[in-house]
């Protein structure tokens, strides 16, 4: 039998549990998090949380992943920095992107490396996108 829901990233049901301690870091906005604000009462519980997004599109290309493709064909467009923005609309507070590209003007921008190709790049990126958030209203 084939369940008509989402596919959820495991840490969906401990975040949903504790969502004052969640934060979701994953790198394809319409396979992972699409899913995620599909659910009920999730965009809501966000709108009211500062949520902060790094773009996984760096210099026009996905980090990781099809994504730049999906972005081409699903938004009809480029793959950018503010493809990503614009496709989180009014969820966000704060947006992160690789320094020196494009970034969107509506909202605080944090630029920064976000190519994490290790340890020490992951806790560095992570230690400035908190202390980003920490700083918006």
Do not use: W
């Not at 493709?69 to 493809?83: D, F, I």
């Not at 947006?95 to 992951?122: K, N």
């Amino acid at each position: 039998m084939v369940e008509d829901r989402p596919f959820l990233p495991s840490c969906v049901p401990a975040a949903l549990a504790h969502p004052r301690e969640a934060g979701f870091i994953l790198p394809n906005l319409y396979v992972s998090i699409d899913p995620i604000l599909g659910l009920d009462g999730i965009r809501p519980a966000l709108a009211a949380r500062k949520v902060v997004a790094v773009s996984p599109i760096v210099g026009g290309k996905a980090v990781k992943g099809p994504l730049a493709g999906m972005v081409e064909t699903l938004a009809g467009r480029p793959a950018s920095a503010a493809a990503m923005r614009d496709h989180y609309g009014d969820l966000l507070r704060g947006f992160v992107v690789e320094a020196g590209d494009e970034a969107p003007a509506d909202l605080p921008v944090l630029r920064t490396g976000t190519v994490i190709p290790d340890a020490t790049s992951r806790a560095r990126l992570a230690r400035h996108v908190l202390g980003f958030a920490q700083g918006l209203p």
